[in-house]
């Protein structure tokens, strides 16, 4: 969902002009569409693959779950976003599921943010304080840890949920969903809910993953990491989780942060346009993740990029193969 244009009697024609051309009905709805066709099987799969065959008995396992699980839930909602960008931004199914869709973007996408960032503390202690961190380090407490980031993220759209987010455009007869807002609440509301919004669960969440990863990386440099393996699959991590925050989830909420407190002169009109693709890039992240649970995982779960992907692992097609020759002779 976009950020929003102060809506008081009368729309700016480039505000039109931006609902109306084909960046956002045809281009920003075919990435929407991309994704879903490619996002929604492989988080599925993963989903399945961590509660059947890798079995959630290790922290790492229950971040990457909850992780999987919370980028499928928000796939699920994006056709009726693909449906409203390709009926030329007109809401044709009520505030009600208007309202839930703007949530469900804001909610997956601080949600992914915070599990993430969970996920690179837990690292960061496995590999800097691999001993004193056995007591914090156990899958009930990862449980409860994600439990919070739900509860949180959840708790953190509620003011999606019941102020009103579709408008209609008398002049170009079509409802927007969450595109256009009114000045009042804009002024009076956004301003602080935004900046919040924003600092809390993007540039503080950010700042800990940074240093996280430089302590996980130069441990793992130093002279008692010897395994090259390791430092492989640690700096691809690190490429992964910071290319997720800068290109998907930096540009929205950088911008959106700006939108807000009106640091630019009518910043309103100036930034509508590339926010809206901005947020269409966020959703790539869906699409990111599956491989970040094949780099974030251990030895005993490195088959899972090539299950996600249909493949059969090397090892156990070998095992099988030296399974029927023996059984053969």
């Not at 009520?94 to 996920?119: H, V």
């Not at 929205?252 to 942060?257: K, M, S």
């Not at 407190?261 to 992240?285: A, K, P």
């Not at 030895?299 to 030296?322: T, V």
């Amino acid at each position: 969902m976009d950020t929003f244009i102060s809506f008081e009697n009368i729309i700016s024609p480039n505000v039109i002009y931006y609902l109306s051309s084909r960046w956002l009905t045809l281009f920003v709805p075919l990435i929407y569409t991309f994704v879903f066709l490619f996002a929604l099987p492989l988080n599925i799969k993963a989903i399945i693959i961590f509660l059947v065959k890798t079995k959630v008995r290790k922290p790492a396992v229950v971040y990457m779950l909850n992780l999987a699980l919370a980028d499928a839930l928000f796939v699920c909602t994006l056709p009726f976003n693909i449906v409203y960008r390709f009926s030329g931004n007109d809401w044709l199914i009520g505030e009600g599921m208007c309202r839930f869709t703007t949530a469900a973007f804001y909610c997956n996408m601080y949600c992914s943010i915070l599990i993430m960032t969970g996920m690179s503390v837990d690292r960061y202690l496995a590999v800097v304080y691999p001993l004193q961190s056995l007591y914090w380090r156990r899958v009930n407490r990862s449980w409860l840890i994600c439990f919070a980031i739900w509860f949180i993220s959840i708790c953190s759209t509620i003011p999606l949920l019941i102020h009103k987010q579709t408008e209609y455009i008398v002049s170009v007869d079509k409802t927007t969903c969450h595109d256009v807002q009114d000045t009042a609440v804009v002024k009076n509301y956004y301003i602080y809910y935004i900046t919040t919004f924003c600092t809390l669960f993007f540039f503080l969440p950010l700042m800990v993953t940074i240093f996280c990863y430089i302590g996980t990386i130069r441990k793992l440099r130093s002279s008692e990491m010897g395994n090259t393996e390791k430092k492989r699959q640690a700096v691809i991590l690190v490429i992964i989780v910071v290319s997720a925050f800068m290109l998907c989830f930096g540009p929205t909420n950088v911008i959106f942060f700006i939108q807000s407190l009106r640091i630019i002169d009518d910043s309103g009109e100036l930034l509508y346009f590339t926010y809206m693709i901005c947020t269409c890039v966020c959703s790539i992240s869906c699409c990111l993740d599956p491989f970040l649970y094949y780099f974030a995982s251990t030895k005993n779960y490195m088959s899972l990029y090539r299950r996600l992907c249909c493949k059969k692992d090397a090892e156990e097609l070998k095992h099988s193969n030296s399974k029927h020759i023996t059984s053969s002779g």
